[in-house]
């Protein structure tokens, strides 16, 4: 297979192809960051610019790791510190770093569509530069499903991880979908192959528009307004944090009723398979969404190892858009 994707923005028309030629790619540089020399040289001279406009611990350091893992120089940019404060714009921020001799952008804006934005001005230009999608407010962060379906694939099969391994399982996402972009962009890559997804949360925070998305899907999609029949039989079970930050008020009585009707505990578990695992985007909100012991249990909980992949996906990605050959 042949990459052919300039930009990474959204997940909605990625080809089962296009999963593969990540989850190996990520699984071969999953074996180099393994070894003791843990650096390639394979983007040596180009330049990678993290533009994050809005906060980011692990989507940000990830992407820098997996950047100069590469051998790729890396601008990293801070709104508070830039020219933003002088009033220069978005689109002229990014034509800066262009002009500087950036190769790739990645992009997190707090507003939807600034990274596509980004992308079209760059190719109107003519600039072959890649745009990378790190979250854009509640549309899209890709590659933060990407680094959970690669988490995930090499849970069920450690050394050959692919998306058919999916087929028949059951997932569950359960929280905040409604401001979530971690759930958008899950719902398109684990329904790309004969999987159950199931969705669970208050109403307020799982309107109906959801079901739309299992439209046309190989997959199936479930929505439920409350968390047990998600939970039955789940191989994975995704949980969220409550996006207060993007929350208008009167969403939810209090979180404690919260952590009752939809926190994922040890008890609840127990109506999962037995080899569960959970899975968790970060950041955390202790014994709201989750229980705070079971974010610990290394037996459970894969939220370690969602960070630990997010660098080889990253990478994987990286050297993708940079022109390189699937499973190098
Ligand atoms: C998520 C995000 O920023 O969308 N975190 C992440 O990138 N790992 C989820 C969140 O903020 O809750």
Redesign the pocket.
Known sequence: MVWNRRHILSLADFTTDEYDAVLQTAASFQEVLNRRMKKVPTLQGQVVANLFF?A????RNSFELAAKRLSADTLNFAPGTSSLTKGETILDTAKTYLAMGTDMMVI?HQQAGVPMAIAQEMDRLGAKVSVLN??DGQHE?PS?ALLDLFTICTVLEPKSPHLELLAGKKIAIVGDILH???ARSNIWSLTAIGAELHLAGPPTLLPLLFAECGNGRPGKLFLHWEVTPALQDADFVMT??L?KERMGQNLLPSLREYHQLFGITRDRLKLCKPDVKILH???VNRGVEISSDLMDDPQLSLISQQVTSGVAVRMALLYLMGGGKVNP
């Open positions: 809005e980011s611990t692990r989507t997190r790190a979250g962060h933060q979530s972009r971690v969220l944090r996006q985007p970060g950041p």
